[in-house]
């Protein structure tokens, strides 16, 4: 037959050659319709031959190859060749399908790893059987049974773009016995038996394994991989030679296949343990296979693997002789119909193979989304739906998410990400569980889906199941996670999002499903039989509590080791690497149980140090990651001086500064009875660092950078011992353990009492006392000392730590009242009898001041002062500072009395305000409110504006259960002093109706702004509240409110909110009456003296005072000159002084910092010289809070996790955890000569500029000093530091807003589906855009009044190719309720028009849809002047009422409408593809003044326009191509149906 292919063929195949060569046209556009035909049918044995000659790496996937009994003369060609049905036989990849289903998983040689050049055939023999020919190699037998007549198929898949003919003729020689013994070689298949010796001596264990080979078939389904990072065997040898010894991964996958069969035969209900490989039955039993022959296996102690097939008699029971079972690998083809695969119908990214069970997303590194598959099917009850992850990509954030839904994939309209569908969904994404897109359960499981590098490898499972109770339940590994929902419908479809790292799966079909976990320890048993069994002793008289021992636990990190029988964890290699260091605990911590650690060893390699913790991961089933704050569920870590909870920072400032720790010291934690955390550092508390800590936790230890090695201190004998009575007193910090207490002399027994006032903590064995919630309570924090004092004993303690946010200071004095006798009051001045207290300088008995200017001033002391109290033998008082007698305070005492210390502060507490809602009564001097009638008017503001990250807090006295709903709070711009008198008339019943000047508000878990949704699930519902809860809001220095729930900081709630702003609370519903406990932060400087600067001292007044009176005196400084540090990446080339840096290889490895310091409000910038586009993504910058002159630079910036602040694409990382999404320009799109540049404001905030212009706050709180990062990754190669320094002067800032604080479904013009509308907050990236300046003098010569325009110049837009490029904008969005998609104007220039005053303050217009209307030159001043679209204009894109005989759908009169005369009919477009056409908006002719050449330009409008005000309808032209691949011609023309329903929103120009 001739070389040649059919004529007819796929859409986008173009023929050459004489019909020899076809190509697949728009190659790097399209991936599919790429078929091509042989001309005629194929002889027997002729190969029909073709060569790849070209081949793009856009997509995956590549040639198909195979037969066809379909004529192509008439065929109605498929997308691709697996669409093929009628007969067909298709090779892709390395699996064989017919008629679109697989029929072969592995053959031959992988088509998708094949490169230009080699040849691929196809052939079909004498004996009617299948062979695929790869560069001339028969790759054997890929089915059987064809017909007689087929044709030969390719299809130019994915990569494949362009094949030639190359031959079709039979191959040179073949000898037909040789060739049928390959064949049935292939096809053959082998099992695997364990045998084993049982012998019952430890030292005399052997084994053997004996294989032989079974005539029948085997699927892969069956036996899912044990591991994916192990290559198998392709055969196994017939004996144990020294040659033919298994490697250790071979020899770890025979017994993980050989145990699973074991299992799934148990699991059969069969008690037959020797399996056989069976024929299409799979039947058990059959004669076994043994050491040395065949025979029975009964009495060998271990049973064979069945080598026939066939039915066969039950052989006995395996262990009659004491041993291990025969095993045997049960395997057999599993072909039905009803299979559960993925549906057809997919997500638009989502490539389908494998016979519809691999869905792989095309794109990866481009897109993170519209990655949806569900189930061909319904699941079943008590169904397994599993999957496995095949492939990751580390580019994105987030990854897989996996969950059920009622709707039909046949009738559904896919949605980017499955969460923002809103009906009928569950979904397990992160560790959390969302029902329709809301989070209904933030911890479900251990396991985060987000977290694949770190809490698994690729080729884990997933699995979900709904019961037949209507439970689901999700399985990960085989490890049932509970139950995750009740009352799941009964028909639900499988759903799997592809999204963010996650990039291939496919579907397990695991029917006999064992438990994985149960596997795998057998599998560890198997191969070491000493694991699990107890260790000898190695102690003749172990102590008797040994087995609850607090030991590490031997599974630890993959750089650590355990020694010392479990004592001391360390990292052999330290200063070869700084992580994966992460050692638990062997058991869970009981309550109060103390886990201390000394550091033993340091190296000075790496920045960072140990870090301590506590998780309720189980470390026998927990992967561990390479650092515990990367853990995402379960977890609280001390790290540095922060406490991070699931891998999120949720105290800053916190305790001493672990990375300043040396070797010898120790640092502990304990979880308490109450569920607090606290920390130790050399014996010496911290304070509680996290509440409602769950009771079973592990203890953790990182060793993270320097630390090398730490051990256990569980004993006394471990502990340095306790000082003797010193100067200090019987109370000075001992740098022992707090769980020392014991160890302390006998006379030196003076502490605290356990009996205490509320807010008072005593821990280190009574030793310590301290304030908790210290920044929300000033009283009740009474200390009493557990017995009376002798005479001429020193009481004397250290003060460790202090807040400077109240007035006052400590109390300190004697009391005769025993402490089980006393009633502790709030303060101890309260008490009047026999009790005398030091109050700053005033000596108080019995509550009354009897002395004043006594010889020192508690309210003066600082950080490290020491106080001490004696009665002397004559009765006399005296205290001491520092050691220093200041002489009688009073005398008279009487012989016992006990020392009491108040650690009292005299706060300026917070007021409301006289105005309120009617049914409020205030009392206490303003500072409670009571509601004493109805539900509703209860709303009270503060008494004065808040200040900066000044917190309004209450704490809720009362509740009536009789009413639903609970206490709203928010921050508002109306003053109360603007109110009137009467109550009545200027406040609404409820705080979500209060809208007459702008309102934040948190109304359970919802975040409304002037009562508009905002935000669902915020933190913890306020609904749940209830007597002594508290709950507090701040405004932040980035604009942002903040709600606090008892002390925790639940994160950014709102985001620009004003700076002139009250708090505001609403006692709405149950709650009745609540009490101010917050006070005003301290204004007076001499009020309370600055703490010293110890290094345990944090002092948050610090850093607003000295240095701003510093500076005001100080000449301008000069600017710092910047150029790159010498250490950097391994590619990097350093010129020009170290002012240029190229990177010269490779794509990463391209990290560079500079050598110095970046100053505060100095503005570094650099230029991007090259760009490489062979490469995809593009350079990221930063800050680094470190120096880097000994950084150990990784391959990517993403890669540092230790005090580093990044900027990718449009992103915002701190420690490689996204803070902002949105921010700036994608970075990815600067072109070349862009200059970008970095600056850290007086306030601590990193701001980035581009093009000279800035971006807002990307991140707060930068560290000083602080050093520019810039990663020249992928296409960026060469930078050049600016040398022309900027400064910035003036902006506060409170003005520079982050746009990343918003979230997802808050974003204008943003990724995800937005229902709420603002005008959007859009910048210009370029200083000067030529194109811009071009329409704006257009827009001059139209002599149009500057009133009708927008005065703020960031709202004027240009879409030219390079602006929208930079900026980063979608093609696309939605906008309204319910949303709508829209096109952007790409090629327009808009110029914002000036919206009337009636419509900002509605907010319908934020719900409406935007639409476009091109018009005439001559039409742009009427429209204007009457402020909206009119249907009389000149422009013929407006129209008169239509007639009947035009479109009938609009032809119509509407029922009830008004006559058709006074009805205008304006016509609108989704795209200004459409309503930028000529016919619509005709071009006038102009010149340049400027450049005196001659353009034509266009004019047209961006509406806002009212949904179901318009009808949507097919175009009026009569066009057939689509003008815009999103909107149909059916359904690009929107015509409006009533009057008011449109608003101008901006003017378009386009210039040509």
């Given at each position: 037959?001739?070389?040649?292919?059919?004529?007819?063929?796929?859409?986008?195949?173009?023929?050459?050659?004489?019909?020899?060569?076809?190509?697949?046209?728009?190659?790097?556009?399209?991936?599919?319709?790429?078929?091509?035909?042989?001309?005629?049918?194929?002889?027997?044995?002729?190969?029909?031959?073709?060569?790849?000659?070209?081949?793009?790496?856009?997509?995956?996937?590549?040639?198909?190859?195979?037969?066809?009994?379909?004529?192509?003369?008439?065929?109605?060609?498929?997308?691709?060749?697996?669409?093929?049905?009628?007969?067909?036989?298709?090779?892709?990849?390395?699996?064989?399908?017919?008629?679109g289903r697989s029929v072969l998983e592995e053959y031959g040689r992988d088509l998708d790893q094949l490169g230009e050049g080699d040849r691929v055939g196809i052939q079909r023999n004498g004996k009617g059987e299948l062979h695929l020919w790869v560069n001339g190699q028969d790759c054997g037998t890929a089915a059987s049974g064809l017909p007689s007549r087929l044709w030969a198929v390719v299809d130019l898949y994915g990569k494949c773009t362009q094949v030639t003919v190359v031959s079709c003729e039979p191959p040179a020689e073949i000898d037909g016995e040789d060739d049928e013994e390959v064949e049935d070689e292939l096809v053959s298949t082998q099992a695997v038996s364990i045998m084993a010796d049982a012998c019952q001596s430890q030292d005399d264990r052997a084994g053997a394994i004996v294989l032989s080979e079974a005539g029948a078939t085997t699927s892969a389904e069956e036996v899912p991989d044990a591991s994916r990072s192990h290559s198998r065997p392709d055969k196994f040898p017939n004996n144990f030679d020294p040659d033919g010894v298994l490697t250790e991964h071979q020899l770890f996958d025979v017994f993980n296949n050989a145990i699973v069969s074991l299992y799934r035969s148990e699991e059969e209900g069969g008690e037959d343990l020797g399996v056989g490989v069976g024929g299409s039955d799979s039947s058990r039993g059959g004669t076994g296979s043994s050491v040395g022959g065949r025979g029975t296996g009964s009495d060998s102690g271990i049973g064979g693997g069945g080598a026939g097939g066939g039915s066969s008699s039950n052989s006995s029971p395996a262990g009659s002789s004491g041993g291990v079972a025969g095993l045997g690998v049960a395997t057999g083809a599993m072909t039905t119909n009803d299979a559960l695969l993925f549906h057809e119908k997919c997500g638009t990214l989502i490539k389908l193979s494998n016979n519809n069970k691999t869905a792989e997303r095309r794109r990866p590194l481009d897109e993170f989304?519209?990655?949806?598959?569900?189930?061909?099917?319904?699941?079943?009850?008590?169904?397994?739906?599993?999957?496995?992850?095949?492939?990751?990509?580390?580019?994105?954030?987030?990854?897989?998410?996996?969950?059920?839904?009622?709707?039909?994939?046949?009738?559904?309209?896919?949605?980017?990400?499955?969460?923002?569908?809103?009906?009928?969904?569950?979904?397990?994404?992160?560790?959390?569980?969302?029902t329709n897109g809301k989070g209904t359960r933030r911890e479900y499981c251990e396991f985060s889906l987000d977290e694949l590098q770190v809490s698994w490898q690729e080729g884990d499972h997933i699995g979900l199941m709904r019961k037949a109770s209507g439970a689901l339940h999700f399985y990960i590994n085989g490890i049932d996670q509970g139950v995750a929902a009740n009352q799941t419908p009964g028909v639900v479809y499988g759903v799997v999002d592809l999204y963010g790292m996650a990039v291939k799966v496919t579907i397990v079909h695991n029917h006999n499903h064992s438990d994985r976990l149960r596997r795998n320890n057998a599998i560890m048993r198997a191969l070491s039989p000493d694991v699990g069994r107890p260790r000898p002793a190695l102690s003749l008289t172990p102590e008797p509590d040994v087995s609850d021992r607090l030991l590490f636990h031997s599974n630890c990190g993959q750089k650590a080791a355990i020694i010392s029988d479990g004592r001391t964890a360390l990292r052999p290699h330290a200063t070869d690497d700084f992580n994966h260091g992460v050692v638990l605990s062997n058991r869970p911590l009981h309550s109060n149980e103390v886990f201390q650690v000394r550091i033993d060893k340091m190296v000075d390699k790496w920045a960072g140090s140990i870090e301590i913790g506590v998780t309720t991961h189980n470390p026998a089933y927990l992967q561990l990651p390479s650092t515990m704050t990367n853990l995402r569920s379960g977890t609280w870590m001390m790290t540095g001086n922060g406490v991070m909870h699931n891998g999120t920072t949720i105290l800053d400032e916190y305790g001493h500064n672990l990375d300043r720790l040396k070797a010898g010291d120790t640092v502990g934690v304990v979880r308490k009875e109450d569920g607090s955390l606290h920390f130790f550092v050399n014996g010496v508390p911290q304070g509680p660092a996290a509440w409602n800590v769950p009771p079973s936790v592990y203890a953790v230890v990182d060793l993270y950078g320097q630390a090398a090695q730490a051990t256990i201190m569980d004993d006394l004998a471990d502990l340095p011992p306790l000082p003797d009575d010193s100067s200090e007193g019987p109370t000075a910090m001992s740098p022992g353990s707090p769980c020392s207490v014991s160890g302390a002399a006998a006379g030196n027994d003076l502490r605290f009492h356990q009996l205490h006032g509320t807010n008072a903590v005593i821990t280190n064995g009574g030793r310590t006392a301290l304030r908790q919630n210290c920044r929300s309570e000033f009283n009740d924090a009474i200390v009493i000392s557990n017995r009376c004092l002798r005479d001429g004993e020193l009481f004397e303690i250290v003060i460790q730590k202090m807040v400077d946010r109240w007035s006052g200071s400590i109390e300190a004095g004697v009391t005769a009242i025993r402490p089980e006798e006393l009633e502790f009051p709030n303060t101890m001045t309260d008490i009047d009898y026999d009790t005398w207290m030091l109050s700053g300088t005033a000596i108080?008995?019995?509550?009354?001041?009897?002395?004043?200017?006594?010889?020192?001033?508690?309210?003066?002391?600082?950080?490290?002062?020491?106080?001490?109290?004696?009665?002397?033998?004559?009765?006399?008082?005296?205290?001491?500072?520092?050691?220093?007698?200041?002489?009688?305070?009073?005398?008279?005492?009487?012989?016992?009395?006990?020392?009491?210390?108040?650690?009292?502060?005299?706060?300026?507490?917070?007021?409301l305000h006289s105005k309120h809602g009617k049914n409020v009564v205030l009392l206490g001097d303003g500072c409670q409110a009571l509601r004493v009638d109805g539900y509703a008017h209860g709303i009270v503001f503060s008494a004065k504006e808040l200040k900066t990250d000044e917190v309004f807090e209450v704490k809720i006295n009362k509740v009536d259960d009789r009413w639903s709903g609970s206490l709203h709070v928010g921050l508002t711009t109306l003053q109360p002093p603007e109110l009137p008198s009467c109550p009545l008339s200027g406040l609404s019943p409820s705080l979500t109706q209060l809208r007459s000047k702008v309102t934040w508000v948190l109304a359970g878990s919802e975040v409304r702004r002037n009562g508009v949704l905002q935000r669902q699930n915020y933190g913890c519902s306020l609904d749940r509240l209830t007597v002594g809860n508290r709950v507090g809001v701040k405004r932040c220095s980035d604009d942002t409110m903040h709600i606090l729930i008892d002390g925790e900081d639940m994160g950014p709630a709102a985001t620009a909110v004003a700076k002139n702003v009250y708090a505001v609370l609403d006692l709405y519903g149950k709650v009745t009456a609540v009490s101010i406990v917050s006070s005003t932060l301290a204004e007076d400087s001499e009020s309370v003296k600055a703490p010293s600067l110890?290094?345990?001292?944090?002092?948050?007044?610090?850093?607003?005072?000295?240095?701003?009176?510093?500076?005001?005196?100080?000449?301008?400084?000069?600017?710092?000159?910047?150029?790159?540090?010498?250490?950097?990446?391994?590619?990097?080339?350093?010129?020009?002084?170290?002012?240029?840096?190229?990177?010269?290889?490779?794509?990463?490895?391209?990290?560079?910092?500079?050598?110095?310091?970046?100053?505060?409000?100095?503005?570094?910038?650099?230029?991007?010289?090259?760009?490489?586009?062979?490469?995809?993504?593009?350079?990221?910058?930063?800050?680094?809070?470190?120096?880097?002159?000994?950084?150990?630079?990784?391959?990517?910036?993403?890669?540092?996790?230790?005090?580093?602040?990044?900027?990718?694409?449009?992103?915002?990382?701190?420690?490689?955890?996204?803070?902002?999404?949105?921010?700036?320009?994608?970075?990815?799109?600067?072109?070349?000569?862009?200059?970008?540049?970095?600056?850290?404001?007086s306030s601590g905030s990193l701001h980035l500029f581009v093009n000279g212009m800035d971006q807002g706050v990307a991140a707060q709180d930068i560290p000083s000093p602080c050093f520019p990062l810039i990663d020249l990754y992928g296409q960026c190669e060469q930078v050049t530091i600016v040398t022309n320094h900027v400064s910035v002067v003036g902006g506060e800032r409170g003005d520079m807003h982050c746009q990343g604080d918003m979230e997802k479904a808050d974003m204008v013009d943003g990724i995800k589906e937005s229902v709420c509308w603002t005008p959007p907050p859009e910048v210009n990236p370029n200083k000067t855009c030529e194109y811009q300046a071009l329409c704006s003098r257009f827009k001059e010569l139209l002599t149009l009044p500057d009133g009708y325009f927008n005065e703020d110049a960031k709202y004027n837009l240009c879409y030219c190719e390079s602006c929208h490029k930079l900026r980063g904008d979608e093609a696309y969005y939605k906008r309204g309720e319910p949303p709508r998609d829209y096109a952007l104007p790409f090629g327009w220039c808009r110029f914002a028009l000036r919206i009337k005053t009636h419509c900002e303050v509605s907010n319908a217009f934020k719900k409406w849809h935007i639409a476009y209307h091109g018009t005439s030159v001559g039409s742009l001043r009427r429209i204007l002047d009457h402020n909206q679209l009119l249907s009389d204009s000149s422009s013929i894109f407006s129209l008169s009422p239509?007639?009947?005989?035009?479109?009938?759908?609009?032809?119509?009169?509407?029922?009830?409408?008004?006559?058709?005369?006074?009805?205008?009919?304006?016509?609108?477009?989704?795209?200004?593809?459409?309503?930028?056409?000529?016919?619509?908006?005709?071009?006038?002719?102009?010149?340049?003044?400027?450049?005196?050449?001659?353009h034509q330009a266009q004019v047209g409008f961006q509406v806002c326009v009212r949904p179901g005000s318009y009808k949507v309808g097919p175009t009026s032209l009569g066009m057939s191509e689509p003008l815009d691949p999103r909107f149909s011609n059916a359904e690009i023309d929107w015509i409006t149906k009533e009057k008011g329903g449109t608003l101008l929103y901006g003017l378009l120009i386009r210039v040509e």
């Open positions: 037959m001739a070389a040649e292919l059919h004529p007819r063929s796929g859409k986008l195949i173009g023929l050459s050659n004489s019909n020899r060569t076809a190509q697949r046209n728009q190659p790097v556009q399209e991936f599919n319709h790429g078929l091509v035909l042989s001309r005629e049918p194929l002889r027997d044995r002729d190969v029909f031959t073709v060569r790849i000659d070209k081949k793009v790496n856009s997509w995956s996937g590549s040639i198909e190859i195979g037969v066809t009994a379909l004529d192509p003369a008439a065929l109605e060609f498929p997308s691709s060749a697996t669409g093929l049905k009628g007969g067909s036989w298709i090779v892709s990849g390395c699996s064989v399908l017919k008629d989304n519209n990655g949806v598959v569900m189930t061909n099917r319904p699941l079943r009850h008590n169904e397994m739906f599993e999957i496995r992850i095949d492939k990751l990509v580390d580019k994105w954030s987030g990854s897989i998410e996996i969950g059920v839904t009622t709707h039909n994939p046949n009738n559904l309209d896919y949605p980017a990400t499955m969460t923002n569908l809103r009906s009928g969904t569950i979904m397990m994404s992160g560790c959390g569980i969302l108080m008995q019995d509550g009354n001041t009897m002395r004043n200017n006594y010889g020192c001033d508690l309210d003066s002391l600082t950080t490290g002062s020491r106080i001490g109290m004696m009665r002397t033998a004559s009765g006399d008082m005296h205290y001491f500072i520092n050691g220093l007698d200041q002489g009688v305070a009073c005398t008279g005492l009487p012989p016992e009395v006990f020392a009491v210390v108040d650690l009292y502060v005299t706060g300026v507490a917070h007021r110890s290094p345990d001292s944090c002092s948050e007044g610090e850093e607003d005072s000295t240095p701003v009176r510093e500076c005001e005196n100080e000449p301008d400084l000069v600017p710092t000159v910047m150029m790159f540090l010498e250490n950097h990446g391994k590619n990097i080339q350093l010129s020009n002084q170290n002012l240029t840096a190229a990177r010269v290889s490779s794509y990463n490895q391209g990290l560079l910092v500079t050598a110095q310091a970046l100053p505060r409000q100095q503005l570094f910038q650099f230029q991007i010289d090259r760009l490489n586009p062979s490469w995809t993504s593009s350079l990221s910058l930063g800050v680094i809070g470190h120096s880097p002159d000994r950084l150990n630079f990784p391959s990517t910036a993403c890669c540092l996790k230790r005090s580093v602040w990044l900027l990718q694409r449009d992103s915002v990382f701190h420690n490689s955890l996204k803070i902002c999404e949105n921010y700036g320009p994608n970075l990815d799109t600067c072109p070349e000569g862009t200059v970008l540049g970095l600056l850290v404001d239509v007639k009947t005989e035009g479109h009938g759908s609009y032809g119509e009169p509407e029922e009830n409408s008004a006559p058709e005369r006074e009805i205008p009919r304006v016509q609108l477009s989704p795209t200004m593809r459409y309503s930028g056409l000529e016919v619509f908006a005709p071009k006038v002719q102009f010149r340049d003044p400027r450049s005196l050449r001659c």
